[in-house]
């Protein structure tokens, strides 16, 4: 059963770049069949979709409101991927989660199950 | 961007009810709809694919219905562990969420 958990830092502090790193286990990020995805939630808001990869990294998908800040980037030799944020201000604290999603179909499954991240001065 | 919208925000409801939880988008998406569970402090949860596609493993009781700018979850016989929030995603253009509507117990 593939298993997904995010990793990262305590907090950081505003105008700092954040970088997070999902592990997968149970299963191989190589695939033609999935992408590789952020997600986010800030208190008291919805979930929010950051971005997705493939496991080669030549199709990156991101939200455009986000886009001029964030790096996903994928690492076949250890199985994982990664999200790089920078210029952060509060408005970025959040639970940040890492999924999996089907390429036709864009279906989150499996989950993480979530990072809090707190940017503070 | 396509904005999704979720009635009601919140509901109350008693065991055994039927519940039913709308979600709307901004412009017509086809069938291309996803819902999901999520309870406090864990990883969110899928539902239903494809507007009714009830996911693997899923209990019977969900079910989800709709295509172009209207669709509906409906939680048959609520159990206890239904409580939680309920979110849609869109993903006909990029990838939006509704804003969820949270289930508690009378």
């Known amino acids: 059963q593939l298993h997904l958990k995010e990793s990262g830092p305590g907090p950081v502090k505003p105008t700092e770049t954040l970088s997070l790193t999902c592990i997968v286990s149970?299963?191989?990020?190589?695939?033609?069949?999935?992408?590789w995805a952020w997600i986010r939630q800030s208190p008291g808001k919805g979930l929010e979709w950051i971005g997705s990869?493939?496991?080669?990294?030549?199709?990156?998908w991101y939200n455009p409101s986000l886009q001029s800040r964030i790096t996903i980037s994928a690492d076949t030799s250890k199985n994982q991927f990664s999200l790089s944020l920078s210029s952060l201000t509060a408005a970025d604290t959040a639970i940040y989660y890492c999924?999996?999603?089907?390429?036709?179909?864009?279906?989150?499954?499996?989950w993480g199950q979530g990072l809090p991240v707190t940017v503070s001065s | 961007d396509i904005q999704m919208t979720q009635s009601p925000s919140s509901l109350s409801a008693s065991v055994g009810d039927r519940v039913t939880i709308t979600c709307q988008a901004s412009q017509g998406i086809a069938h291309y709809l996803n819902w999901y569970q999520h309870k406090p402090g864990k990883a969110p949860k899928l539902l239903i694919y494809?507007?009714?596609n009830l996911d693997a493993g899923v209990p019977s009781r969900f079910s989800g219905s709709g295509s172009g700018t209207d669709f509906v979850l409906t939680i048959s016989n609520l159990q206890p562990e239904d409580m939680a929030t309920y979110y849609c995603q869109q993903y006909d253009t990029r990838l939006t969420f509704g804003p969820g509507t949270t289930v508690t117990f009378k």
């Open positions: 149970g299963g191989s990020i190589i695939s033609s069949t999935y992408y």
């Open positions: 999924a999996r999603h089907k390429i036709d179909g864009a279906r989150f499954d499996p």
């Open positions: 494809d507007a009714s």
């Open positions: 990869i493939d496991y080669s990294g030549s199709i990156n």
